[in-house]
Nanobody, 125 residues
Framework: QMQLVESGGGLVQPGGSLRLSCASS????????IGWFRQAPGKEREGVSC????????NYTKSVKGRFTISRDTAKNTVYLQMNNLNPEDAAIYYCAEVHSLYGMCVMTSVTDRWGQGTQVTVSS
């Protein structure tokens, strides 16, 4: 069975850092475009970042640029989201999912039905 599994969430103080992992089972992530999404209570799901399956081109939503970094470790079959300088507005359940690509660029607004179960990120002092 092909699955995505997130991990790495937790409680962090404002200004702190977390690294989320998205690991695959049953298939290799190499060649697939993967995105990170988040949903806070009462808010719509938001695309945070994505990485293309080819040359690893990345894309970020404006609010996380310069603070978050998405990367891929092909040997570990894992996509990471390094989150620095976290603030309370970043608190949400974070999900990874396979996304579609257009001309080699990952597209956060075009998501497949392959999702992980989510990992909770809480930012609080």
């Amino acid at each position: 069975q092909m699955q995505l599994v997130e991990s790495g969430g937790g409680l962090v103080q404002p200004g702190g850092s977390l690294r989320l992992s998205c690991a695959s089972s049953g298939f290799t992530l190499d060649g697939f475009a993967i995105g990170w999404f988040r949903q806070a209570p009462g808010k719509e799901r938001e695309g945070v970042s994505c990485i293309s399956g080819g040359d690893g081109t990345t894309n970020y939503t404006k609010s996380v640029k310069g603070r978050f970094t998405i990367s891929r470790d092909t040997a570990k079959n894992t996509v990471y989201l390094q989150m620095n300088n976290l603030n309370p507005e970043d608190a949400a359940i974070y999900y990874c999912a396979e996304v579609h690509s257009l001309y080699g660029m990952c597209v956060m607004t075009s998501v497949t039905d392959r999702w992980g179960q989510g990992t909770q990120v809480t930012v609080s002092s």
